[in-house]
């Protein structure tokens, strides 16, 4: 396992904490909080079990390319995937989230692993 398979791991596993964290706070929270959802049971659990969920498929993710034997393949598979999100991210927002920087980095990083 190369030292750029670990911090494509590690930079993977930090996007999804950072989603958890952020997402959470900026987020869900105050989206539960509000009266936004007033009137639709269960929506606030049901969004928060999702959101969260995303950080632990992250967190899988990070793992995967990370475990000693995962295929070559897989990893370019997962970084090509990551780059192309981060892109998406940063075009679509033009570079203002937090997400595009993150996921692009991750993604390169398995690719070039």
């Given at each position: 396992?190369?030292a750029l398979?670990?911090a494509?791991?590690?930079?993977?596993?930090a996007?999804?904490?950072t989603?958890?964290?952020l997402g959470?706070?900026?987020?869900?929270g105050p989206?539960i909080?509000s009266?936004?959802?007033?009137?639709?049971?269960r929506?606030?659990?049901?969004i928060?079990?999702?959101?969260?969920l995303?950080t632990?498929l992250?967190?899988?993710?990070?793992?995967t390319v990370a475990?000693?034997?995962?295929?070559?393949?897989?990893v370019r598979?997962?970084?090509?995937t990551?780059?192309l999100?981060g892109?998406?991210?940063?075009g679509l927002?033009?570079?203002?989230?937090?997400?595009g920087?993150?996921?692009?980095?991750?993604?390169?990083?398995?690719?070039?692993a």
């Open positions: 396992m190369s398979t670990i494509a791991a590690v930079v993977i596993a996007t999804g904490l989603h958890s964290l959470e706070r900026k987020l869900v989206l909080a009266d936004a959802l007033a009137g639709v049971r929506a606030g659990p049901a928060r079990f999702t959101w969260h995303a632990l992250m967190l899988l993710t990070a793992l475990w000693p034997g995962t295929p070559a393949l897989l598979v997962i970084g090509g990551y780059l999100l892109l998406l991210a940063l927002t033009r570079g203002r989230h937090v997400s920087p993150l996921f692009a980095a991750g993604g390169l990083l398995a690719l070039l």
